[in-house]
Structures are given as structure tokens and as C-alpha cells.
């Protein structure tokens, strides 16, 4: 019998979101994955740096050079191997994962205290599934990542993920640690941002990390012009600190119901040294 011949697949559907390649089958990830911290670092920085490019061919239809950044992306091992070195990097030996900041902060401020039924806590970005073991007693928590490390974790693209329809399907706290920075279209990375606040009831949490030269070393980006952004969205800041590498935040939403005046890309600092994060709200 003839081999039935395969049906050939437009090459611009092939390549769709690098971050939705579920390299888990390639070969290369098949290799041992390397746990130096430097190989790690070096591995997340080029991921990054990749993501970036490769929206921004995306965004111009340069398929040759998608295919090309794709190439390398799965010669690195994907973004299987991209999510092991951030598991890596929460590893206790390495300080552990930011959820401990959250927990500290939401202690010393004294909030959800007064809660009665389950804190209901919407995980972002999650790579592994048991960040708030210890709190399960009162925190349910309900992990989504694009590519998941573990069958707990919901396979969701947050920017596709339906806005709950309800007051009660909504949730108590949002977290985005690590995730922003880790969108390559800085127009996704707004679209983002206003798109917490569709899960989120009025008084409800943000918190929010970023690597600290997303905030303080890019040449489109300020502490004050992030913090602008975020009030301008509704939230208020409850308590920022940062870090020798990273930037945390916890907001309150409290504002429903305000459109977000336009945030464009535009120089705020510059010199050779500084980084291109931007984050671009357009008219919502
Ligand atoms: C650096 S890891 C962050 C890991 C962890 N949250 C932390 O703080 O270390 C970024 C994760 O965000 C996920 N991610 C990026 N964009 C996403 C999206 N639109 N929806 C869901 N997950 C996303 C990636 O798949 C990746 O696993």
C-alpha cells in the first residue's frame, strides 16, 4: 500500500511562541543536565536574551531567523532545560524561592489574617508544584506554567487564560515571580500586568518579581516609572525590597474599573551599560 504522504504544515505554523516549544521529547534533553551555578546562569541569561529576539522577529515575520533562534533555543535543551536551572535557582542550597518573601511580608503587614476560608493564591510561572507546602493548611494554591515540570502544575498560558467570571472565582493573591521578564514582547508584558487584575477582587494581591536590572539598570525603565505604571493600573504598594539580584513587590488592587493611560518605550536612562527591559501598556 502507498505511504499515506504527510500533510506539510505552513512553515509560520510551525514556528509558533518559542515559549510554548515543548521540547521535553528533543534529544537534547535527553543529555544530563548540567547543575553548576554558572552554567545555569549563563543558561537562563541567553534564554532570556533569546525570547527576546525571537518576539521581536515575530513581530517583523523574519521566519528564517525564528528558525535559526529555535535551533539554539533546542540545542540548549529548551525550555525544559530553561525551567531545571530555575528550579535550580530556588533550590534551598541556592536561598530558596521567593514565596518566603511573600510570606514574611504578608505576616508583618498583618494581612489575610482575618480570612476565615482558604487563601486562594493563582501561581504564574510555577516550576515546581510545592512552593507553599508549608502553608496548605491555609493557602490553596493553583500553579499554571506553559511547559509544566510536574502533573500538579496546570499546562495554561496566562495571557490565553479566561478572566473568572465570578467574584468568587477570583482570587485572593497573584503571583508572577520571575515570569514578566521571561515574556520577550514587552507589549505582552504589559498585557500581563493589566491582565492580574481580571483575577483579582478589589483588596486583593500582586506580588510581582523582577531580576533588579529589569527595574533599576534598563534604559526604559525606572523604580519610580514601574512604580507609576502599577498606580496607574489600580494597585498600591504595600512593601518593595530589593535584593542583590532581584526586585520584589506586593501590591494591593485597589482600584477596580480604571483604565491605564498608555505607558510607550521611551529613553529614561541611558549610557552603555544599560539593559533594553521595557514594559508597554497600549490603550486598554
Ligand atoms: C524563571 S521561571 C520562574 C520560576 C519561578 N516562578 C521562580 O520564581 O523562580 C519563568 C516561568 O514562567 C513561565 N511563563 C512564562 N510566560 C508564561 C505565561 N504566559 N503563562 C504561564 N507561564 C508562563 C515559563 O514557562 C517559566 O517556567
Redesign the pocket.
Known amino acids: 500500500m502507498p505511504k499515506a504522504r504527510k500533510k506539510s504544515i505552513p512553515i509560520t505554523r510551525r514556528i509558533d511562541p518559542p515559549?510554548h516549544t515543548t521540547s521535553t521529547t528533543s534529544s537534547s534533553t535527553q543529555k544530563k543536565f548540567k547543575q553548576s551555578s554558572q552554567e545555569t546562569a549563563r543558561l537562563?541569561r541567553r534564554f532570556h536574551v533569546l525570547n527576546k529576539e525571537f518576539a521581536k522577529c515575530k513581530a517583523t515575520n523574519d521566519v528564517k531567523k525564528q528558525q535559526s533562534i529555535l535551533a539554539e533555543m533546542e540545542a540548549m535543551g529548551g525550555?525544559d532545560w530553561?525551567?531545571k536551572a530555575?528550579q535550580l535557582?530556588?533550590s534551598k542550597r541556592r536561598g530558596g524561592?521567593?514565596s518566603k518573601w511573600l510570606m514574611q511580608t504578608l505576616k508583618k503587614h498583618k494581612l489575610l489574617e482575618q480570612r476565615t476560608s482558604m487563601v486562594k493564591l493563582l501561581?504564574?510561572?510555577?516550576?515546581a508544584a510545592d512552593n507553599y507546602e508549608r502553608q496548605k493548611s491555609w493557602i490553596q494554591v493553583k500553579p499554571?506554567?506553559?511547559?509544566p515540570q510536574d502533573p500538579r502544575i496546570q499546562k495554561?498560558?496566562?495571557?490565553e487564560m479566561p478572566s473568572p467570571a465570578t467574584k468568587e472565582d477570583r482570587f485572593d493573591i497573584v503571583s508572577l515571580?520571575?515570569?514578566v521578564n521571561?515574556?520577550g514582547d514587552p507589549k505582552d508584558r504589559g498585557r500581563?500586568l493589566l491582565h492580574t487584575r481580571d483575577f483579582l477582587n478589589v483588596d486583593g494581591f500582586l506580588f510581582l518579581?523582577l531580576p533588579l536590572p529589569c527595574i533599576n539598570n534598563s534604559r526604559y525603565m525606572s523604580p519610580d516609572h514601574f512604580m507609576n505604571m502599577m498606580e496607574s493600573m489600580g494597585y498600591s504598594c504595600i512593601e518593595s525590597h530589593f535584593s542583590n539580584k532581584l526586585a520584589y513587590y506586593l501590591f494591593q488592587f485597589i482600584k477596580d474599573n480604571v483604565r491605564c493611560p498608555p505607558f510607550k518605550k521611551q529613553i529614561m536612562n541611558d549610557g552603555a551599560t544599560r539593559n533594553n527591559f521595557a514594559i508597554i501598556i497600549e490603550n486598554n
Do not use: T
Request: proline share 0%; charged share 15%.
Open positions: 515559549s537562563i525550555i530553561y525551567q530555575s535557582g530556588q524561592d521567593s501561581e504564574v510561572g510555577a516550576v499554571i506554567d506553559l511547559n495554561q498560558d496566562f495571557l515571580s520571575l515570569v521571561f515574556v500581563m518579581v
